[in-house]
């Protein structure tokens, strides 16, 4: 397999695949997850999203990745109690310091003998940083199979959406502060 370089500031850094930094998180669901409805509330699910994506997130740049944004979290069926949930990650797409990392909700029902469900879904975005907070730069992620080459060129897209998004929305603001449409 033939390694990718990036040149950042800190010096060229070999390119990892897909599958090095690739990890599953599994939790049973219990009574202290359900919400009002008495099923698993919607942001336990988004905390193990989360922390699953970080630690692929921190595997792949071999530090400390802080969530950035998340983004199209689905939730495709309930989780109930007793479910074993799996959460499936992996790192999609690099940029200089940004990494976009996919995951996948799984749930086994407890009470069945039927394969695990997918339950839901997200994409969230982390920066590697340094002791001080600074961004720093991370390794290219190498897709290897090509399951790994559509979701980075998926991530791609999302990415040019995030910041054409963020710009519309930032000069939206100063036309609007400068008509004096909005004050402060």
Do not use: C
Not at 10 to 25: C, D, W
Not at 46 to 72: F, I, Q
């Amino acid at each position: 397999m033939t390694d990718l370089v990036t040149d950042g500031p800190e010096g060229s850094l070999p390119g990892k695949p897909t599958s090095v930094s690739r990890t599953t998180l599994s939790h049973i669901m219990d009574a202290s997850h359900t919400n009002l409805l008495g099923t698993v509330h919607g942001g336990v699910i988004m905390k193990l999203v989360d922390d699953a994506a970080g630690a692929v997130a921190g595997r792949h740049s071999g530090g400390p990745a802080v969530t950035a944004s998340m983004d199209e979290m689905a939730f495709l069926e309930p989780v109930r109690v007793g479910d074993l949930v799996h959460v499936k990650a992996q790192v999609n797409w690099t940029g200089r310091s940004s990494m976009e990392v996919g995951v996948r909700v799984l749930a086994e029902r407890w009470n069945e003998s039927t394969p695990a469900q997918q339950v839901g879904s997200a994409y969230l975005v982390f920066a590697a940083v340094d002791e001080n907070g600074k961004p720093r730069p991370v390794p290219p992620v190498i897709p290897e199979t090509e399951r790994d080459k559509r979701r980075y060129q998926e991530a791609q897209i999302r990415r040019t959406h995030r910041l054409a998004r963020r710009r519309a929305i930032k000069e939206l603001r100063e036309r609007r502060t400068a008509d004096g449409v909005d004050e402060g």
